[in-house]
Each structure stands twice: as structure tokens, then as C-alpha cells.
């Protein structure tokens, strides 16, 4: 059980297009999701978290007009890069809150990620 | 400072041995911990989590509570080549379900 997908799970894109990232709970519903980046050998660096039916909250320093995120179903999660650079290249990896029977505290599954590569 | 640290590696142990892995958190505040494997070039994938004082385990596997000390640790038993990974310690506060990640432990277990 949890099981979370992510799509695609590489892509390549000129500068200047836009990529939307799709993160869905396959077995669950998750009202909060969350989106991380990671650059090569540093750690997972939150950008912000996702409500079901309301607007997301993003990191500081993290612009909101460029990572547009949406949340329209306890089951799907959208990241939109907009007008992306060479320097957005990096590691995209969705998470989705499940609370396991038996426990009082949710817990975060990790999509497998989205390697964007923007030329 | 960092909220959450992680003991710098990288930590390297040999197959069979006993691979420990600490972790100390600065909110008092914190209710859920929870240690995540990641190998190279894939996303993090939960190994355990932890919620009161003490110690639970699943097997190979160990994870260790203190709160008071404000301290959490996993102890890998019997360590294979296959347990080489990035291991992150998270921790939980009163944020709906956010976490807060240590910068990672790199653990390499040679045959």
C-alpha cells in the first residue's frame, strides 16, 4: 500500500517551454502532497506543499509564477515549470501524507521522481 | 542552524557488521521521526518510523528514540553491500505532515 507514481519519469525540453510533472496516489487519497527538488549530492530541498482544493504554500525563495502547483483531486498533483532554463534542471520528486492504520500521524511517500533536463 | 543533523559521513562498515546512524533535532516540539533509504539517482523510500521513547524494531533494522536528548538514531544489524545508500533522518512537527530532512549520511558496506 502507498504507492505513489509520478510522470514522466525523465524529460528533456528546450529553454523557454513549459513541463507539467504529474504526481498521483495510487492506493490512497492524499490531501496534502508535497514537492521537493534535489540538485546532485545535495539533500531534498522542499518547494512547497499541496492542499486538495486550495492554493498551494511555497518555500521562501521559491517563485509561485514560475512552479505553478495544482491540487485538484485527493489523487493527483500538478508541477508546471514554466519557461524553463538550463538552471531548472535538477531532480523533481512529489510526496503524498497517508496516514497507515493504527497510527495518529500522517506519513510521507516519495514518488520516484522526475529528472528534468532543460537544454 | 540546522534543525535537524546527521552524523557526517561518509560512514563505511563492513558486511555483517553493525552500521549506526544518529540524528539530533532542535524542536522540542517534534512528534514523529522517520528514517528514509535513498540509493544513488532514485527518491527517498521510508525504512522506519518512530513516534515514542524507545526502541522499535523491524528486522534488520533498529530505531531509537530519545526525546529528552532530543536524539534519534537506526542501527543497521548485519549490514549487506545492498544497505550502501544515503540514509535521511526526518522529523515531524506540528506543520500538517512537513518534515524536515537532515543533510543525509552516505553508508557504504564493503564485502
Known amino acids: 500500500g502507498a504507492v505513489v507514481s509520478q510522470h514522466p519519469s525523465w524529460v528533456i525540453c528546450k529553454s523557454g517551454t513549459s513541463v507539467k510533472i504529474e504526481c498521483r496516489s495510487l492506493?490512497?487519497?492524499?490531501?496534502?502532497m508535497f514537492w521537493y527538488r534535489q540538485f546532485p549530492k545535495q539533500s531534498l530541498m522542499l518547494m512547497a506543499t499541496?492542499?486538495?482544493?486550495?492554493?498551494?504554500?511555497?518555500e521562501q525563495g521559491v517563485e509561485k509564477d514560475k512552479f505553478l502547483i495544482n491540487h485538484a483531486s485527493l489523487t493527483l498533483s500538478t508541477l508546471t515549470v514554466t519557461s524553463a532554463h538550463p538552471e531548472d534542471s535538477s531532480f523533481y520528486i512529489c510526496?503524498?501524507?497517508?496516514?497507515?492504520?493504527?497510527?495518529?500521524?500522517?506519513?510521507?511517500?516519495f514518488g520516484p521522481g522526475t529528472r528534468l533536463t532543460v537544454l | 542552524q540546522k534543525e535537524v543533523e546527521q552524523n557526517s559521513g561518509p560512514l563505511s562498515v563492513p558486511e555483517g557488521a553493525i552500521a549506526s546512524l544518529n540524528c539530533t533535532y532542535s524542536?522540542?516540539?517534534?512528534?514523529?521521526f522517520f528514517w528514509y533509504r535513498q540509493y544513488s539517482g532514485k527518491s527517498p523510500e521510508l525504512i522506519m518510523s518512530i513516534y515514542s521513547n524507545g526502541d522499535k524494531e523491524d528486522g534488520r533494522f533498529t530505531a531509537q528514540l530519545n526525546k529528552a536528548s532530543q536524539y534519534v538514531s537506526l542501527l543497521i544489524r548485519d549490514s549487506q553491500p545492498s544497505d550502501s545508500a544515503t540514509y535521511l533522518c526526518a522529523v515531524g512537527g506540528t506543520s500538517y505532515g512537513k518534515l524536515t530532512f537532515g543533510q543525509g549520511t552516505i553508508l557504504t558496506v564493503h564485502p
Open positions: 524542536d522540542r516540539g517534534s512528534q514523529s
Open positions: 510526496s503524498a501524507c497517508h496516514r497507515p492504520r493504527g497510527t495518529s500521524t500522517d506519513t510521507q511517500y
Open positions: 499541496s492542499n486538495e482544493g486550495s492554493k498551494a504554500t511555497y
Open positions: 492506493d490512497f487519497q492524499a490531501t496534502t
